[in-house]
């Protein structure tokens, strides 16, 4: 099959249409670097490096909780949430250290739109995902977990 020549004028208006997108996504970084977009400025992107885990507090071996982690993750790294597991998982934890150590576990990972971001995303925290991925209802139920084991993160 022969590839049709394209005309002067299609010409332009493919470049025209490429270079609006090329501008477009330099745009959304340079945005997204100064922080007028994403979450580079909210609570949710900051480290967790800096928590302690007091391990003779945990109630959980720590594969285990690394296994909830996980769950968290892949109950919302995919098109929508599964909230009935990340309830589940929450409503299992006995001490603030098993949320801590989850907390610290998950770490910051980029997200981006419905789950797990490649180049484009932000990196934030298992907060942050939480606060993407979860409808308020369940926001609040969270929240209610998080005071009654006394983390202070939402
Ligand atoms: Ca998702």
């Known amino acids: 099959m022969k590839i049709p020549e394209l005309t002067d004028g299609q010409?332009?208006?493919?470049g025209w249409?490429?270079?609006?997108?090329?501008?477009g996504i330099i745009a959304y970084l340079v945005l997204k670097k100064f922080g007028?977009?994403?979450?580079?400025?909210?609570p949710a992107s900051k480290t967790v490096d800096d928590i302690n885990v007091?391990?003779?507090?945990?109630?959980?071996?720590?594969?285990?909780?690394?296994?909830?982690?996980?769950?968290?993750?892949q109950a919302m790294d995919r098109f929508g949430t599964d909230e009935?597991?990340?309830m589940e998982v929450f409503d299992s934890l006995r001490t603030k250290d098993d949320l801590l150590?989850?907390?610290?576990?998950?770490?910051?990972?980029?997200?981006?739109?419905?789950?797990?971001?490649?180049?484009?995303?932000d990196d934030i925290n298992l907060i942050g995902w939480l606060k993407n991925e979860v409808s308020d209802y369940y926001i609040t139920e969270i929240q209610t977990i998080f005071t009654k084991?006394?983390?202070?993160m939402l």
């Not at 150590?101 to 995303?121: A, C, E, N, P, Q």
């Not at 084991?149 to 202070?152: H, N, P, S």
């Open 11 to 14: 010409l332009k208006v493919m």
């Open 17 to 23: 249409v490429l270079g609006t997108i090329a501008m």
């Open 36 to 42: 007028f977009i994403g979450a580079s400025k909210d």
């Open 54 to 73: 007091n391990a003779s507090n945990l109630s959980f071996s720590t594969t285990d909780l690394d296994s909830k982690t996980d769950l968290l993750y």
């Open 84 to 86: 009935d597991t990340i």
């Open 101 to 121: 150590y989850i907390i610290k576990s998950f770490g910051v990972r980029k997200y981006f739109l419905t789950g797990h971001g490649l180049l484009l995303g």
């Open 149 to 152: 084991l006394g983390v202070d």
